[in-house]
């Protein structure tokens, strides 16, 4: 036996998992009707062609990191953790506390994990699939053990509320998973896509080195986020149909091998436009969009989070998450339960 294979023998190779997972949903619903009264809009209009009826808002004395810090007590005390085991915080957002520090740094202070290295990433609404393979990565090459990522979005304050055509689509929420390794299950494959051509079709114009604030961007309202509704749904559905079948492949699988997919939710129309076309049976497919709206970053973790406590997925079964979001970004995994 060569030193090299001892050393593999002694150190079999890690394989992530997530074990333990959390959510944080502000209090206040609004619901279409209160948009009624807000904008020229309807309750009918915003269900079918979004399939939304209500989303969360964070209460104005909350922040970003309010959100994510409620939801990673929650992911830790589900995980059997200490505060002081987690070795690293990731947080995905796009709707940071402030442009710089980190949040994931604010989030630290405030659980006071003081042995955790920490940074973000903005994958907008792929974060959780970007985080979670990032974390995978530290995970199995045995750098980290216990990796806490957490997915939040505070989108409210960045919308435009007199602007119909994005104002009825986004939410406030924050979802958190402590990923480690694991003996059984775990992350089987995982796929990420971008475009940047295709940056300027979900937008947040203003703040940056591009237009830093001045009266002008907060007369012309360009800290507000933009989106180019159509081309963004085309792109969806597009790019989501690839995701899946690509991480399909990576893993050696099929649809019929997977018990639950967990779409970005976004638009139930994209969401059925995904699932005809990548021909899987809808009741395999788990959509809570109808409550909460799309939470961008942390949409797909909420997902899980209600899937598994609904019973949707269980110890064995293999899920597919697959989401899409600006720059444009994209990320697929499966996972075995
Ligand atoms: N209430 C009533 N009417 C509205 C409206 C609202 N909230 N928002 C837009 N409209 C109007 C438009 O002004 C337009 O009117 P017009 O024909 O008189 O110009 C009409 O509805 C159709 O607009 P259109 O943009 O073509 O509708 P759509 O079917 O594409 O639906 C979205 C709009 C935004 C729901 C859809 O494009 C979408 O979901 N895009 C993807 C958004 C997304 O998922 N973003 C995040 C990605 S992670």
Redesign the pocket.
Known sequence: MTAKSKIAKKNPKKVAGIIGLGIYLPKKVLTNSD?EKM????DE??RT??GISERRIADEKEVTSDLAANAARMALRDAKLEVEDVELIIVATISPDVPFPATSCIVQAKLGAKNAACFDINA??SGFIHELTIAQQFVESGMYKNVLVIGVELLSRFIDWKD??????FGDGAGAAVVAPVTTGGIIASYLGADGTKSGL?ICPAGGSLHPASHKTVTEGLHFLK?Q??D??KN?VRVMTGATAKVLQKAGLTTKDIDCVIP?Q??I??IEAIVERVGIPSEKVFVNVDRYG?M?AASAIVALYEAVKEGRVKKGDKVLLV????GLVWGSCVIEW
């Not at 119909?164 to 689509?169: A, W």
Request: net charge positive; with cysteine.
């Open positions: 948009l904008v020229d809009t309807s209009w915003i062609r979004t907008a609404c119909r055509s994005t104002c009825v689509l979900l989106m509704g159509n963004v749904f969806a970005h976004a638009n129309r994209i799309n961008s989401a899409f979001g600006s």
